[in-house]
């Protein structure tokens, strides 16, 4: 795999509702990189552009770019305080 946004699109993500900074967390979990939104689309758009970001860097820097875990899974399921998320690619 060689294109960043098939990486994008194929990584596993979490999102989680924090009330001390209230807002919701999302962490890419291949990369363990954060980012923040004040809903949980918002935060997964920008934990996407953070991960191609990254992404970016290391390409750019000769680095191997990790495979995704769950190349081929496609799982969405929500909790209290909870969003788990495999492949987010249709937001």
């Keep these: 795999m060689n294109n960043i946004d098939n990486y994008v699109r194929l990584y596993s993500y979490l999102v989680k509702y ?3 900074d209230e807002a ?3 962490r890419c979990i291949e990369l363990g990189i954060r980012a923040h939104g ?3 689309e918002e935060a997964i758009a920008e934990i996407k552009e953070a991960t191609r970001v990254h992404l970016l860097m290391l390409s750019e820097d000769g680095d191997e770019i990790p495979e995704p875990f769950f ?3 496609e799982v969405a399921i929500s909790m209290t305080g909870y969003a788990y998320a495999l492949k987010f690619g249709y937001l």
């Design 38 to 40: 004040d809903t949980q």
């Design 24 to 26: 919701y967390i999302a």
């Design 71 to 73: 190349p081929t899974a």
């Design 18 to 20: 924090s009330s001390e």
